[in-house]
């Protein structure tokens, strides 16, 4: 069932994009089924390149036939497509889960404009209810910054993957913080990227323009205030 909303929340997403435009591709299932449907879009002669978000993205775009440019020759983004583990009302989004946050965030802020795609269940009333905040961290400085936040709250664990740390794209590690509710989103994501060892951190404030919501009853598009 979510995977089918996640796929009509991507479809809806595709009503943005237009001829000649320099697309940002994000990473995760709902993002992937965008890249797809980009893909198919493509090969009825839409005129776009991608810019992914990781290598597995990457991967995919080049499967699925999305032409692919990079930073040098298109510096700036007219729209990202991705997308998130949690969205609060303001649109902020806790993003990471996936492992690719620093080249997601990276992404959106060269972007114009940031839509997010997602079924309704990460929809919250408060940022943190539901995901730890992933911070991606240089490795060594794995102690020093778990023993950081663990005194700010909470509990850090090194995210694993197949019994192992789990390593970035960027060749970093990835710490999940159980923080709970954030009061202050932003001023957390400042504080967190001021920190010395820590490359970035899956708090998006202030970045998405666009969230669309696909749940049983069909589409819903919320945008920011600006
Ligand atoms: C990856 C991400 C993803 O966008 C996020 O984890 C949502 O993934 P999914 O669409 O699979 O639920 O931030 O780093």
Request: charged share 25%; with cysteine.
């Amino acid at each position: 069932m979510s995977d089918a909303l996640k796929r009509e929340a991507a479809i809806a997403a595709l009503g943005e994009v237009r001829n000649g435009m320099i697309v940002g591709l994000g990473t995760g299932s709902t993002a992937s089924h965008f890249i797809r449907e980009l893909g198919a879009r493509v090969r009825k002669g839409l005129d776009i390149a991608g810019i992914p978000t990781s290598e597995a993205s990457r991967r995919l775009a080049e499967e699925c036939g999305v032409p692919l440019t990079d930073f040098s020759a298109h510096p700036a983004i007219d729209i990202t497509v991705d997308g998130a583990d949690e969205v609060s009302p303001n649109l902020e989004l806790i993003k990471g889960l996936g492992g690719a946050l620093v080249r997601e965030k990276l992404v959106a802020s060269a972007s114009a404009r940031l839509v997010i795609v997602v079924d309704d269940t990460k929809l919250v009333e408060r940022l943190g209810s539901r995901a730890p905040i992933p911070v991606e961290i240089v490795p060594f400085a794995v102690d020093v910054v778990r023993n950081r936040l663990q005194k700010m709250g909470g509990e850090a664990r090194v995210r694993e993957k197949d019994g192992q740390p789990f390593i970035s794209d960027n060749g970093n590690l990835v710490l999940d913080w159980m923080h709970g509710v954030i009061a202050q989103p932003a001023a957390l994501e400042q504080k967190l990227k001021a920190m010395t060892g820590v490359v970035d951190c899956g708090i998006f404030a202030g970045l998405a323009n666009r969230v669309i919501v696909a749940d049983p009853g069909g589409i819903r598009k919320m945008d920011r205030r600006s």
